[in-house]
T-cell receptor, first 119, second 117 residues
């Protein structure tokens, strides 16, 4: 079974600064997907960024970028120019690339990192 | 992105009663939906995968007779918590898979807060 570990329960950053959230995972599969989801106080899960394991290039979405190290099984999220609206819980998630029609394509989540933005 | 809705957003019920939660894909068809549970200050845990027209697939440790899932149409999946007890109080979130080419990304509903007294 796959596991996802987020070792930082809480992070704090000054507005406009850059912050990096850590995520490591354990899998025996060679093909999979990794995600970062944001959960603000409303508790609506919002997709931040997605990375395909077969792609060497790190995914970027505006101020959000990842550092994907496949050999190290590491998938960190960098948020540049932090804004007050970035304050939320951030969850790292894993999904197998194999479609079996069952739970294999459900997401396995880490425990989350609570990001605080200080004005 | 794809929009997923849930109803109700919150529900309070007495112990022993059953509660039904609906998950709808509003602007796309979803052959597969997922149900997650999130306890306070904890992560999301996959409960089951809901497949249109067939039986749901439950994760290990999830009682299928307690958490009944019905995916009768391409836009609606329901989760019924039968004979609810206080320990079932939680935040239940559904998601549907991206209907696009890759069918990889999951889009989440806004969640349902269940409180069992």
């Amino acid at each position: 079974a796959q596991t996802v570990t987020q070792s930082q329960p809480e992070m704090s950053v000054q507005e406009a600064e850059t912050v990096t959230l850590s995520c490591t995972y354990d899998t025996s599969e060679s093909d999979y997907y990794l995600f970062w989801y944001k959960q603000p106080p409303s508790r609506q899960m919002i997709l931040v960024i997605r990375q395909e394991a077969y792609k060497q290039q790190n995914a970027t979405e505006n101020r959000f970028s990842v550092n994907f190290q496949k050999a190290a099984k590491s998938f960190s999220l960098k948020i540049s120019d932090s804004q007050l609206g970035d304050a939320a819980m951030y969850f790292c998630a894993y999904r197998s690339a194999w479609y079996s029609g069952g739970g294999a394509d459900g997401l396995t989540f880490g425990k989350g990192t609570h990001l605080i933005i200080q004005p | 992105g794809a929009v997923v809705s849930q109803h109700p957003s919150r529900v309070i019920c007495k112990s022993g009663t059953s509660v039904k939660i609906e998950c709808r894909s509003l602007d796309f068809q979803a052959t597969t939906m997922f149900w997650y549970r999130q306890f306070p200050k904890q992560s999301l845990m996959l409960m089951a995968t809901s497949n249109e027209g067939s039986k749901a697939t439950y994760e290990q440790g999830v009682e299928k007779d307690k958490f009944l899932i019905n995916h009768a149409s391409l836009t609606l999946s329901t989760l019924t918590v039968t004979s609810a007890h206080p320990e079932d109080s939680s935040f239940y979130i559904c998601s549907a898979r991206d209907p696009g080419g890759t069918r990889v990304t999951q889009y989440f509903g806004p969640g349902t807060r269940l409180l069992v007294l």
